[in-house]
């Protein structure tokens, strides 16, 4: 179906906030089949609401509304979507009492604003029956109307879960199947995946997006048909052509993270991880221990920011820091080695390097990053330069770090089947 | 003047590629005084392009459109808009001689299609005369219309130093004024703060925003008028009492981070800074090392996710595991003073906590998170109870831990004045 999405707030038509909900949104339902058309985005005035929505509803088959659905004097997409609609505002009694259950820890001066949350324009279906934050659809003269929150990650959740799969049972013209997939890869350019998947593309109902997520790439496949068994078999097919033709710079299928994965292969080797991080200051164990049950593999960390700290807790020999520097193969060779022995863990993964914006020099410019890999068999190094800022070299290590543990414990599997 | 922001690309209603010049523009826009009452995004389809500019004339001063003016099949824009407003396309032949003194370094085969540049609307001004790249502007009926490249770093630059500039010249009706503060503050909800700020708004000209961006909660004020005397006084009396309303809930003004702001009171108090994390897991290690300059005053920090590791590392004595388990404000305390010593740091801060999803029990539910801070004078313990999911919680202790430590600074700040 064709779609159009209205994202509402004066923190992005002031440019104080980037709007990613309406991105998210979109990719998710091209991904699903439906075209999006138009994204608007407007601040929280009564009368544009108002006039946006009735136009936008004009035009498309349905509407996803974000934001403007708080508690607080300036949220005002409920209000002006009744009076746009001529559905005038209805208290949700039921609503507010699931509201209240789920919010049991708010004070109770702030709960009386909570009412608010259950004022819905006549004719709205809350979009999940355990309400714990705004969020409803209505379907106007036949079409579907998505209100969502437009706090991201309320609204990403809300969005996968529940609008996703209302469309897909939308009763349109004809029914469209839709299988997807997404390939997140790390270690090749867009353009060498792109030059790769490339004979893949351009068959009627195939549809493979490539996705930069500094420092993955994500890579999408979408087989669209009117025939249920034809569009599994092509996917089935294609979805095997991709797999061979990517191998191992895939480290995760669809909501998967590397670190998830990384998780799964220490599990599965019944192996345990220590960190010694420099130049990523914490970033490698703060993705690691996202993950939940990561204490079960993760015996802890060193953030070993000073050098003082390298040679104290890590037993770096001084000579070391004197004779290469604090960002050398040697240096996070016995950092890894350090770890692994202070922590008692399996492997040892150490990361040092030059983060920026100063500290380069023209024998080790910024972006320079050394790592190191202590194993029962011995502790391996390797030495990349990275390009970007000081945030985005220090991602693109951590990322690095990650991917080298999981290409070497899956080549440390295979040895041992 | 009031504008509207046109992006034109199928890759961005895709949700291909996430539209960062719109934001782009909306901040140096507003900054500059302007206000953007609708971002529109819309696909490579002239007649929808055609339709789009028409409408958002009849609305804007002024219109920005970005994308669609490259040398591919799929740029459409200058077509559309030449027909949607009767503007016939022209061949500029000083527009062509200066882009191909300006490409030299194009292979030749690629230089016939850099013609197409030089078609442009009649009446169209190219932005810049030395041409290096798509951009150009026309008046029409009076309204200044600027067409600028959807690659996001020329954007950035043309919109910068030609459009922001042209527009400032402007012989609009009745310029308007406005300034604009960014409020970010930490411990108090959302409602709470609306509650305070509430008496402040409803004034014409006056707009208070409030955007949970968790675990913080950021509140903007604007404020707009035609006289730019009776706006200043304006701003400046609420902008104090917004700051008398929250003190030190505010935690830093505009484009500063919650770590940049502890590194700026580290730096001032001439102190280092040590880590103890449990349940954060290196989240807060990595949010002081994004500031640039944090080896100034970050000494390190150990991740002490098992037990031996508190101990070891950290020297907590065994019975406050064994008699107060790891989540407590006893083990807490013993982690700061421990990390303290062990990096040499003037302030040691320790978290350890349940993020779940599992671990918690009815004594200590998840969400449960013990916090010390070791200082120079001695040692401090607090346990919060947040909610959410394991991000959630890591997330929100985090930011927990910064901000006491930033409390703390202040108040040894004021101590020593």
């Not at 979408?222 to 895939?250: K, M, P």
């Not at 990053?369 to 990349?384: D, H, I, N, R």
């Amino acid at each position: 179906m064709k779609g159009e999405i209205i994202a509402i707030g004066d923190e992005l038509t002031s440019g104080r906030i980037l709007n990613t909900t309406s991105y998210f949104a979109a990719s998710r339902l091209f991904a699903a089949g439906h075209e999006i058309s138009a994204m608007v985005t407007i601040g929280d005035d009564p009368d544009h609401i108002s006039r946006t929505v009735l136009e936008s509803l004009g035009r498309a088959d349905f509407l996803i509304v974000t934001g403007g659905l708080g508690v607080t004097s300036d949220d005002l997409t409920t209000e002006a979507v009744s009076s746009a609609l001529a559905r005038p505002p209805t208290f949700y009694p039921d609503i507010l009492r699931a509201i209240k259950r789920n919010s049991r820890d708010v004070p109770d001066d702030l709960r009386l604003s909570l009412e608010k949350l259950a004022w819905l324009p006549a004719g709205a279906h809350v979009l999940r029956s355990e309400v714990t934050s705004a969020g409803y659809f209505l379907v106007h003269e036949g079409k579907p109307i998505f209100f969502l929150p437009g706090v991201p990650h309320e609204m990403k959740e809300l969005l996968a879960e529940t609008v996703i799969t209302r469309l897909a049972v939308w009763e349109g013209e004809e029914p469209r199947q839709v299988r997807q997939r997404l390939y997140r890869t790390m270690g090749m350019a867009e353009a060498g995946i792109n030059a790769i998947l490339a004979v893949f593309e351009g068959e009627e109902g195939i549809r493979i997006g490539y996705y930069p997520v500094f420092p993955e790439v994500h890579v999408s496949l979408t087989v669209t048909g009117v025939d249920a068994a034809t569009v599994e078999a092509r996917f089935n097919e294609l979805d095997q052509r991709i797999r061979d033709s990517l191998g191992r710079y895939i480290f995760a299928i669809d909501d998967q993270t590397l670190e998830g994965r990384v998780g799964e292969l220490l599990t599965a080797a019944g192996a345990t991880l220590a960190l010694a991080e420099s130049c990523t200051g914490g970033l490698v164990a703060s993705k690691i221990t996202r993950v939940a049950g990561s204490s079960a593999y993760f015996r802890g960390g060193v953030v070993a920011y000073s050098n003082a700290i390298k040679v104290k807790l890590l037993a770096v020999p001084p000579e070391i820091l004197s004779d290469h520097g604090a960002v050398s193969e040697e240096c996070a060779r016995a950092m890894a080695v350090g770890v692994k022995e202070l922590a008692a863990g399996d492997y040892g993964v150490a990361v040092t390097g030059i983060a920026g914006p100063d500290g380069g020099s023209d024998e080790k410019p910024l972006g320079t990053v050394c790592f190191g890999l202590a194993t029962a068999v011995g502790v391996e190094s390797e030495t990349m330069r990275f390009t970007g800022n000081r945030q985005q070299v220090q991602a693109a290590a951590a990322g690095h770090a990650l991917n080298r543990l999981r290409l070497f414990l899956l080549k440390s599997d295979k040895v041992t089947e």
